[in-house]
């Protein structure tokens, strides 16, 4: 279990890759991650893994992790996302110091490159339109065929792509090529465009620009520009390895020749630099879940969520709100492990590490959803308040006093007119245990006209009485209790792979991933702050909302349950 300052255990394969090129002096024993989100929508669970592998090992080995916006589509990029980005890292706990940078920040750089490519006969202007390159291109097991713009002489692509550059093109019209291997097994070999025209206004060069780079051109000019010593990225990325390799070799190529133009890109020592180098994780997908930004994007535009952090999106923006905390995201995140093979990891096991996290700092607090009238008829001895712990977790938490009285709430299910087998809790001639209140016995029930029982009278009985009881039930005093907007939440989609269903994901939505009820709490509930995280006891966790809670009068959260299902499983593994 990681806490705030506890040393991780796992030696994953990238800690080795890191400790072996500390050792073998490679970039001078440095290690520089980067985390690179495109600003495109709000970042999710999956992007929680990357987060904490990058700026985890950098961390871990003395090192610094870049936060980079990967701002080279403008098409779909907003502020928004750029702030909401920032937001998410700095909560989950990392910060990038004084290196916050865009992709957009290199254009000039990107573009100096790609026009020393033409000079070099690596890259062409191709004429050929994107939707008609799949026939040049072929497929794996067959050679593509050569574009006829290929063997364009150098100072014609130079021109048209100093054109493209100046607005003179349509989009689609014209595009830059890099010119590799259209033999290559790799479709990403042949001849990928590295270029295209976009007259779009950027968030963060205006209208500067209407040529743009590819990100799989950006990407490695961006981390050689910036002395990234590591790529980390997931498993989808390593087909493209060997294009950021070919961008990569061709750049020192240039940096070593004494280019002052490409030189002066480099934000850091050049002379002892060996390059980045490129590693590819298993992505983290979850069961109940989608991790497609396009989807969530959809969930949002169509209303069926109420927006980014609604609480049952995967967002990390959601789960905030959900009540999750940053140190048990990223216990779940070392606890899956970062390995080279892709797996489903079941929802149970993060839900696992969110329970584990609140127990330990929840404070508890009693209420109750579905309430049942009590009447103690012994009322002349009651208590007027009773202690309870805040949290036996943590004993600096202190205690509280409970008001009690003859009129009690509890749940309707904890009382049962003809009870099934082992069924511990209240019955007529019964008797249970309430929490850190005593013993209540029932003596007889009233009903109303339908015959639904409405009032449970009981006898109570101090905690020093010597009642063998088997079970303990919640309660708050009736004149006391004050009314709460209760959410609860159920997985937002009905079965475990909804992206992997032959109909459309939205299918698979749960119709009751939301219930909003009317609970009844013990006083203390009704000044909760907005963020404050709570355990009702034998019910759930929860935690007021940031938007939606007033003070004295609170919304919260349904966060996580009680029953550990994940802890359950594997249990019964050992045995």
């Known amino acids: 279990m990681i806490t705030e300052n506890s040393a991780p255990v796992n030696k994953h394969f990238v800690r080795q890759i890191i400790e072996a090129d500390i050792a073998a002096g490679r970039n001078g024993g440095r290690v520089v991650t980067r985390f690179p989100p495109e600003p495109n929508g709000y970042l999710h669970i999956g992007h929680a893994k990357a987060i904490c592998i990058d700026f985890g090992m950098a961390q871990e080995y003395g090192g610094r992790c870049h936060l980079r916006m990967d701002d080279t589509n403008p098409a779909k990029e907003e502020m928004e996302y750029i702030n909401a980005i920032q937001e998410d890292v700095r909560w989950l706990g990392f910060d990038w110091g004084a290196h916050f940078y865009h992709a957009s920040d290199y254009f000039e750089g990107m573009y100096a490159f790609a026009e020393k490519l033409i000079e070099r006969g690596k890259a062409y202007v191709c004429a050929v339109p994107q939707d008609d390159w799949k026939d040049y291109r072929g497929v794996p097991t067959r050679p593509g065929k050569e574009s006829p713009w290929r063997n364009r002489p150098v100072t014609e692509s130079r021109d048209l792509f100093r054109r493209m550059k100046a607005g003179e093109f349509k989009e689609g019209e014209l595009c830059l090529r890099a010119k590799i291997d259209m033999a290559s097994p790799n479709i990403h070999l042949r001849d990928p465009v590295i270029y295209r025209i976009l007259h779009a206004e950027h968030p963060h060069t205006g209208n500067k620009w209407c040529v743009y780079p590819m990100y799989d051109f950006a990407h490695p000019l961006e981390d050689a520009f910036e002395g990234v010593t590591h790529s980390l990225c997931s498993i989808e990325f390593e087909v493209h390895r060997p294009l950021y390799d070919w961008v990569i070799e061709n750049l020192m190529s240039i940096v070593k020749s004494g280019d002052a133009a490409a030189v002066k890109w480099f934000v850091h020592d050049h002379e002892k630099y060996d390059g ?32 980014w952090d609604d609480p049952r999106m995967p967002t990390l923006c959601g789960l905030r709100r959900r009540g999750y905390t940053p140190v048990a995201i990223r216990n779940f995140v070392e606890t899956v492990g970062v390995t080279k093979f892709n797996s489903l990891t079941e929802v149970a096991l993060l839900e696992h590490c969110i329970r584990e996290d609140l127990n330990k700092t929840a404070l508890r607090r009693m209420a109750v959803l579905k309430p049942l009238k009590v009447t103690i008829e012994n009322a002349e001895n009651l208590p007027a308040t009773v202690a309870a712990q805040n949290n036996p977790e943590d004993p600096v938490a202190g205690t509280r006093q409970i008001p009690f009285s003859h009129e009690l709430l509890i749940e309707a299910e904890d009382f049962m007119e003809v009870p099934p087998p082992k069924y511990f809790r209240l019955t007529p001639g019964g008797s249970v245990r309430i929490r850190n209140a005593g013993f209540l016995t029932c003596t007889r029930v009233e009903k109303d006209a339908v015959g639904a029982v409405t009032n449970v009278v009981c006898r109570w009985s101090p905690p020093t009485a010597e009642l063998k009881v088997k079970g303990t039930i919640h309660w708050v005093s009736a004149p006391h209790a004050k009314p709460v907007t209760v959410r609860l939440y159920d997985r937002l989609f009905t079965v475990p792979e909804p992206d992997g269903q032959e109909l459309d994901f939205k299918t698979f939505l749960n119709p009751h991933s939301l219930e909003q009820v009317t609970a009844f709490a013990e006083p203390a509930v009704a000044e909760a702050k907005r963020g404050e995280k709570f355990q009702f006891e034998r019910v759930a966790y929860f935690v007021a909302d940031v938007h939606d809670s007033q003070p ?14 994940w802890a359950k499983a594997e249990k019964a593994k050992k045995h």
Do not use: C, I, W, Y
């Open 276 to 307: 980045p180098q490129q590693n590819e994780f298993a992505r983290l997908d979850l069961t109940f879940t989608v991790m497609s930004k396009r989807k969530l994007l959809e969930l949002v535009e169509n209303k069926l969520v109420s927006g």
């Open 552 to 565: 004295g009068a609170p919304v919260f959260n349904h966060t996580v349950t009680l029953k550990d299902t």
